[in-house]
Nanobody, 120 residues
Framework: QVQLVESGGGLVQPGGSLRLSCAAS????????MGWYRQAPGKQRELVAG???????NYDDSVKGRFTISRDNAKNTVYLQMNSLKPEDTAVYYC??????????????WGQGTQVTVSS
């Protein structure tokens, strides 16, 4: 079992910055692929950024150059630094932990979500 707790959301003006954190507990954090997803009202949940155990990173095109994902395996925490925020970034942001063992079902865990609102 993995428990994920997000923090750092809030209200910010366009062009502003926020840093989201996701603290994990309960299993071997370093082996998980960690992702930040977001879901806006009336839209499907989408992957914003992900980072694997070795530090390999991928971003959605809409956030490249503005968002930075990082992880600290010693602290069991993954971060999402969001700069140059736009109103279209408004959504609930979710942390996800995923690990697919060689045998058996994959582990897939979600945090409770944190609201990010970009508005003047």
């Amino acid at each position: 079992q993995v428990q994920l707790v997000e923090s750092g959301g809030g209200l910010v003006q366009p062009g502003g910055s926020l840093r989201l954190s996701c603290a994990a507990s309960g299993s071997i954090f370093s082996r998980y692929y960690m992702g930040w997803y977001r879901q806006a009202p009336g839209k499907q949940r989408e992957l914003v950024a992900g980072i694997n155990w070795g530090g390999g990173i991928n971003y959605d095109d809409s956030v490249k150059g503005r968002f930075t994902i990082s992880r600290d395996n010693a602290k069991n925490t993954v971060y999402l630094q969001m700069n140059s925020l736009k109103p279209e970034d408004t959504a609930v942001y979710y942390c996800n932990a995923y690990w697919a063992p060689s045998k058996g079902l994959p582990d897939n865990y979600w945090g409770q979500g944190t609201q990010v609102t970009v508005s003047s």
